[in-house]
């Protein structure tokens, strides 16, 4: 048995599918009967559309969280990361600093 192909749709398509079935007069129904679609994909695509455009909004509290923001952040972030590492290394080497020996020729 063959395996059904799926129809792939573009995203003006789906776009105006969902502006068409939130206007007044019209049901996701009533527009996915005159596309030939099933009123679940309307559903679905409206849910994806609202989910994408909450993501737009990248700024909180003054806060930039946009692509670029964040990719500059991570990259502190490593860079803070690997100073933390020098500054544990330089203390550690500095515990045992004077030595004792040297200590006591200098009292």
């Known amino acids: 048995m063959a395996r059904k192909k799926y129809q792939h749709y573009t995203d003006e ?11 007044p007069g019209h049901t ?9 679609i099933h009123p679940g994909q309307i559903y679905n695509w409206r ?6 455009s909450e ?4 700024s909180l509290n003054g806060v930039d969280y946009s692509k670029p923001e964040s990719d500059e952040v991570r990259q502190l972030k490593r860079e803070r990361d690997a100073l933390k ?3 544990e290394f330089v203390q550690n080497a500095a515990d045992g600093w004077p030595p004792p020996y040297f200590a006591s020729q200098h009292d």
């Open 28 to 36: 996701a129904s009533s527009v996915a009967k005159e596309l030939g």
């Open 85 to 87: 590492k020098e500054l």
């Open 55 to 58: 993501k737009q909004f990248n």
């Open 13 to 23: 398509f789906r776009r105006e599918a969902v502006i068409r079935a939130d206007q």
């Open 47 to 52: 849910r994806q559309f609202t989910r994408l």
